[in-house]
């Protein structure tokens, strides 16, 4: 299994992927592996990928807020003892959760709750 992970750039906000995520002993900075050099990300954006894709061959982290061909709204949660996704039902009022075997494949990622929030209050992107 390849573990995937992204995170916004301290300097810039974009979006980095690398293969390596650190942190250092000074503080909460943590860096990727981006390109053969590490780079500073913001703390609260770093997300990890256990490889799974959505319904396009997009990677799925944690934080990614994924509809299913129903128009049942997830977001995708890492265990961290088993490094599998579990998928929580956002809109139901028990977060019903689904783990385990999932088929991700009749899922499209639609946003995250970085850059997204909005999906919690409407469920449609604007």
């Known amino acids: ?37 590490f780079v500073s990300i913001i703390s609260r954006t770093a997300s990890w990928s256990d490889s799974t894709k959505d319904m396009y061959g997009k990677h799925i982290y944690e934080g990614d807020f994924l509809k299913d061909r129903d128009g049942t709204l997830w977001l995708a949660a890492m265990n961290a003892r088993s490094k599998n996704f579990s998928f929580i039902d956002v809109k139901s009022p028990e977060q019903y959760t689904i783990f385990g075997n999932v088929k991700t494949t009749f899922m499209e990622i639609v946003g995250n709750i970085h850059d997204n929030l909005e999906l919690l209050k409407d469920g449609e992107k604007k």
Request: aromatic content about 6%; hydrophobic content about 25%.
């Open 1 to 37: 299994m390849t573990e995937l992970c992204r995170g916004k750039r301290t300097d810039n906000g974009e979006w980095i992927y690398g293969d390596v995520m650190k942190g250092t002993r000074k503080g909460d900075k943590i860096q990727i592996l981006h390109n053969g050099k």
